[in-house]
């Protein structure tokens, strides 16, 4: 209920023995009681001021006549979709909202939404061309053509990860039934069996192991010189 | 006393992390809101779009929110404020539900349903609430807003004046003036409301006393 005060109510309607303003606050329940009763008692006297509360009256009744718009079937959905985004975009709202009410409620979204990302971002990687990297391998790599054996019916530059996995027998069995792997030494075997167990995506970082590798080898075939010698 | 409120009820559950509480709270007030909206921004389209960012914005306060004041009040607070900012965007178009409309739809149907009463009827009622919706947005946006959280929404002054952010003074003063214009805008227009308008709404508590 508001307060009371009728000083500051000057007459904005002459003779009606009550302010205009009063006429909408007792429309709207806001008067006290007993100042209510006294502008009620000056409109019974006062048609004008009447007609004047009944204009009123009806402003309030063909607002509240405007039909309120459906709510659109898809605005809930809409909505969740912003929350998630939101959620999404600024973690911290769910991290405070975790910390602030010890709630799991603001973690459940997260394992799916990383996973989603993960996969998105793995899904991605495997998409990229390889030719990038066959140039960076080809250049870190001027060695390989000197060793790796070579079918006598290919003559094929070894200098990339796929060349090099295309070369390379897959499996060691079926590199000892080759006919043209018969002369493999035990090295070259072995450096195919540890080609052969890298996938694609670790071929770049062990290449190293290939080069150790083919020191090793170069190694034994001087030491094999030094002993026919 | 604002506990009491079950809308502050559901709030404060979807604070502690009762996510399903969020639901109710869009069911009641998502229409009104809305609605609200829609009166202010004359606009269907941006009025979704600041329900959409009044709720979001509920959402986020989860871990703030604090029971200062009805649910209500608070979230018409939120949505008078973005419906302030959308309506002071200068690049932003006010498409508005004019007389202009209201004649080109309403008065060829008008003349070829004169045989039905309830059609006729239907279009008066359709026509007055085009003139009406004409005349709201003519006055002031805040007067707007405070003779409509007053009268439809039926909301007491001091309520007003927290959706507002002003005093219950300001108050006062703006939903005067707001339907001493409409009123005039009305009675100017020929289209003031008969003698059955009134009182519909239980409105006029005051005066049945």
Not at chain 2, 9 to 26: I, K, N, Y
């Amino acid at each position: 209920m508001s307060e009371r005060d009728d000083e500051r109510r000057t007459a904005e309607t002459s003779g009606s023995g009550a302010p205009e303003q009063e006429l909408s606050e007792l429309l709207d329940g806001e008067l006290s009681p007993a100042r209510a009763r006294e502008v009620r008692q000056a409109l019974e006297a006062n048609p004008e001021m009447r007609e004047r509360l009944a204009a009123f009256e009806s402003v309030d009744a063909q607002l509240r006549d405007l039909v309120a718009p459906a709510v659109p079937d898809d605005l809930r959905a809409r909505l969740e979709v912003r929350i998630a985004g939101d959620l999404v975009a600024g973690g911290h709202h769910a991290e405070d909202e975790h910390a602030e009410t010890g709630s799991d409620a603001g973690w459940n979204w997260r394992l799916p939404v990383a996973a989603a990302v993960a996969a998105a971002l793995f899904a991605g990687w495997l998409a990229l061309p390889r030719g990038g990297e066959e140039v960076d391998i080809a250049e870190q790599e001027p060695v390989a053509p000197r060793v790796v054996p070579t079918p006598p019916d290919e003559e094929v530059a070894v200098s990339t990860p796929e060349v090099i996995a295309e070369v390379v027998p897959p499996r060691r069995e079926e590199t000892t039934e080759t006919p043209g792997d018969e002369e493999a030494s035990d090295l070259e075997l072995a450096i195919a069996f540890e080609l052969e167990t890298l996938s694609d995506f670790e071929v770049i970082e062990e290449l190293d192991l290939l080069e150790a590798l083919l020191a090793l080898e170069e190694r034994e075939r001087v030491d094999d010189g030094r002993s026919t010698s | 006393m604002r506990e009491a409120d079950p809308d502050v009820q559901h709030m404060l559950a979807f604070c502690a992390g009762d996510d399903s509480a969020f639901e109710p709270l869009f069911e009641r007030w998502g229409r009104p809101l809305l609605h609200y909206l829609q009166r202010m921004t004359n606009d269907a389209a941006t009025a979704e779009e600041l329900v959409q960012e009044a709720f979001l914005r509920v959402h986020r306060a989860r871990d703030r929110y604090k029971p200062d004041a009805k649910f209500s009040t608070w979230l018409y607070r939120i949505g008078t404020n973005l419906a302030l900012n959308e309506l002071r965007r200068p690049r932003r178009a006010r498409p508005h539900a004019s007389t202009d409309d209201d004649s080109d739809e309403a008065r060829a149907p008008l003349q070829l349903v004169t045989d039905e009463p309830a059609a006729d009827v239907q279009l008066e009622v359709r026509r007055r609430a085009s003139r009406v919706e004409a005349v709201l947005g003519e006055i002031p946006e805040r007067q707007r807003m405070a003779i409509w959280l007053s009268a439809v929404e039926g909301m007491s002054y001091a309520e007003v004046a927290v959706a507002l952010e002003t005093s219950e003074k300001s108050v006062k003063s703006l939903i005067h003036r707001a339907r001493v214009a409409l009123a005039d805008r009305m009675a100017q227009a020929g289209d003031r409301g008969s003698e059955g308008d009134v009182g519909r709404t239980g409105k006029t508590r005051e005066v049945e006393r």
